[in-house]
């Protein structure tokens, strides 16, 4: 019997309904800054992500 390794996992939830998750994220990777963008907001950005929850497309962009 093989036994399954658990990693403990930080998630980004949506920023719109709160339940989504967007991003799962390792803790022992090191950090990279990134910045949620809003749906109609004037800031532009690199990739987008769908909820899978409420549906709203969130922007994703490294922060500066």
Same mark, same amino acid.
């Given at each position: ?17 709160? =339940?989504? &998750? ?14 949620? %963008?809003? #749906? /109609?907001? =004037?800031? &532009? ?14 922007? %994703?962009? #490294? /922060?500066?």
């Amino acid at each position: 019997m093989s036994r399954q390794r658990t990693v403990p996992q930080n998630y980004v939830f949506c920023p719109i309904c709160g =339940k989504g &998750k967007i991003i799962m994220e390792d803790p022992d990777s090191d950090d990279v800054p990134l910045r949620l %963008i809003l #749906p /109609k907001s =004037k800031k &532009k950005a690199h990739w987008y992500i769908k909820c899978t929850v409420c549906k709203s497309q969130i922007g %994703i962009a #490294p /922060k500066n």
